[in-house]
């Protein structure tokens, strides 16, 4: 079965840090960008970020710059976001999700039209 699976999340104190990891199984992630979304209550999906396969290269929403890193270990077929430095706003369902590296460029990464397998998420709640 081809799927992806989130997982890191959990409830954290704001200036907290978490590592989420997208993992993937029925299929190798080696050919495949990969993206980064969230969705707080109430609110649209909203992409975060992004990691192309060829040449790894990364994209990050301008809300998120400087505290979320995303990279990739295809030796263990996972994708992981780095989180730093959290926010209350950061609260919100996790997902990954993939796609392919043509189809990404800085205005199209955000967009969850050019994303494929989504996994189920992973929640994240940042709070004192």
């Known amino acids: 079965q081809v799927r992806l699976v989130e997982s890191g999340g959990g409830l954290v104190q704001p200036a907290g840090s978490l590592r989420l990891s997208c993992a993937a199984s029925?299929?190798?992630?080696?050919?495949?960008?990969i993206g980064w979304f969230r969705q707080a209550p109430g609110k649209e999906r909203e992409g975060v970020s992004c990691?192309?396969?060829?040449?790894?290269?990364?994209y990050y929403a301008d809300s998120v710059k400087g505290r979320f890193t995303v990279s990739r270990d295809n030796a263990k077929n996972t994708v992981y976001l780095s989180i730093n430095n959290l926010l209350p706003d950061d609260t919100a369902v996790y997902y990954c999700?993939?796609?392919?590296?043509?189809?990404?460029?800085?205005?199209?990464?955000?967009?969850?039209?050019?994303?494929?397998?989504w996994g189920r998420g992973t929640q994240v709640t940042v709070s004192s």
């Open positions: 999700a993939t796609t392919w590296d043509w189809l990404i460029t800085p205005a199209t990464f955000v967009d969850p039209k050019q994303y494929s397998i």
């Open positions: 029925g299929f190798r992630l080696d050919y495949n960008a």
């Open positions: 990691i192309t396969s060829n040449d790894e290269t990364t």
